[in-house]
């Protein structure tokens, strides 16, 4: 199913899991928010919301020069204001707790859970 991530077209509390790959980086920061919020909606209390997107600026300063270049070279409007945004904040602002960070080369990694209620 293909569909808006800001609007998704299932009722609260219908997944145990939910994941977004890849997509944060596309997205504008007040859009990111949104996402998370209703990631958070949809899945069931217990459950677990994962991102895997790409690593931010302070994973690995050794490659700051190629992510601050990436959004000129391929064309990514919203990349540069991504690698500093705290998705963390983000996912707590929206309810999510337990948030585990895993960085593992160029891909990071965001594992939170829904509070049990």
């Known amino acids: ?4 991530a800001e609007n998704l077209p299932f009722r609260e509390n ?17 859009v990111r928010q949104k996402v998370i919020e209703e990631a958070f909606r949809v899945t069931q209390p217990g459950g677990v919301f994962v991102i895997c997107d790409s690593i931010q600026a302070s994973d690995e ?6 992510l601050e270049n990436f959004p000129a070279m391929f064309h990514e409007p919203y ?7 705290d998705l963390e904040e983000r996912l ?3 309810g999510f707790i337990n948030i585990v960070t895993e960085v593992h080369f160029v ?9 049990n209620i």
């Open 61 to 66: 300063p050794d490659f700051a020069p190629m």
């Open 92 to 94: 707590e602002k929206a």
């Open 79 to 85: 990349y540069k204001s991504y690698i500093t945004d």
């Open 107 to 115: 891909s990071k990694y965001w594992v939170s859970y829904k509070p």
């Open 14 to 30: 219908y997944f145990q899991a939910t994941t977004c790959v890849f997509t944060f980086h596309e997205l504008p920061p007040m």
């Open 1 to 4: 199913m293909q569909g808006n």
